[in-house]
C-alpha cells in the first residue's frame, strides 16, 4: 500500500503502462547492487515498477530493464522470479498466521464449513492436492449460502505441510478467512499472489463486500 500523500499509480518498466501501486511490484538495489523487491514500499532508495507478474519480473531481468531504468550498474539475477515467489509466499503465509492468531481465520472442514453457512468467509484456502470432494462440497456450501454476490478469493497454491506450519496446526487441508481487520492483510497478499502466478483462483460469491479495485499509480520513484 502507498504510504500518506505518495502518489498511487506508477509505470511499470516492462509494459510503460501507468497502474495501481496494488498490482505493480516495486524494485530497488540493494547497497551491494542487486535489484531487490521492495514488498512493503519501504526501502530506501529509487525504486522502479514492474507489473506484478512472474512472466513480467522475468522480462525485466532477462531485457536488463532495472540497470537501464534506474541508470546504474545493478544487477537482477535471472532467478529474480523465484526470490520474489518466495518473498511473497512468507509473506502470505505470516499474514495467515497473524490472522489466525487473531481470530479472523478458521482451519479444518467442519469449522471452514460453519463459518460459510453463517455468512463470515471472505477468503478460502484449500492446501495444493486437496481432495477434490472435499474442496466441492465447501463450494456447494458456499453457493448454497450466498448465491450470487462480490467474488471470494480462492488459494490452492500452498502446501498442507506450508499451510500447518504457518498456523501451528496438523494437517491442515481447508481454511477460511472470516470478515474482519484480521484477515485484511491476508487477502491483499493473496491478490498479489494469484496475480504473480496468473491464475485468479476465484471461487463462488460472498455476502460480503471485498475491496475492489484500489486506486492508480503513476510514475517511478
Not at 522475468?58 to 530493464?65: D, E, G, I, Y
Not at 498466521?97 to 481470530?103: C, D, M, Q, V
Not at 484480521?182 to 496468473?198: K, P, S, V, Y
Request: aromatic share 4%.
Amino acid at each position: 500500500m502507498p504510504r500518506h500523500n505518495e502518489p498511487t499509480d506508477r509505470m511499470c518498466i516492462v509494459t510503460r503502462e501507468v497502474r495501481p501501486v496494488t498490482e505493480l511490484f516495486r524494485f530497488v538495489a540493494d547497497p551491494s547492487g542487486e535489484v531487490v523487491l521492495d514488498l512493503r514500499h519501504r526501502l530506501p532508495g529509487r525504486g522502479v515498477w514492474v507489473s506484478a507478474r512472474a512472466d513480467y519480473v522475468r522480462q525485466a531481468a532477462r531485457r536488463k530493464l532495472f540497470a537501464r531504468s534506474l541508470k546504474a550498474s545493478v544487477r537482477a539475477t535471472r532467478d529474480l522470479d523465484k526470490n520474489v515467489d518466495a518473498q511473497l509466499r512468507q509473506a502470505l503465509l505470516g499474514a495467515l498466521s497473524l490472522a489466525r492468531k487473531a481470530g479472523g481465520l478458521v482451519t479444518g472442514f467442519d469449522s471452514v464449513e460453519a463459518a460459510i453457512v453463517g455468512g463470515r468467509v471472505v477468503g478460502l484456502i484449500h492446501a495444493e492436492g486437496a481432495g477434490e470432494d472435499g474442496v466441492a462440497k465447501l463450494r456447494s456450501a458456499l453457493r448454497r449460502r450466498i448465491g450470487d454476490g462480490n467474488k471470494v478469493p480462492v488459494l490452492q497454491q500452498l502446501s498442507e505441510p506450508e499451510l500447518s506450519l504457518a498456523l501451528g496446526r496438523p494437517h491442515v487441508i481447508h481454511a477460511a478467512l472470516l470478515a474482519g481487520r484480521a484477515g485484511r492483510l491476508a487477502l491483499d497478499l493473496i491478490d498479489q499472489f494469484e496475480r504473480f502466478h496468473d491464475e485468479p483462483h476465484y471461487g463462488e460469491q460472498s455476502l460480503l463486500s471485498l475491496e475492489a479495485d484500489q486506486t492508480a499509480e503513476h510514475q517511478n520513484t
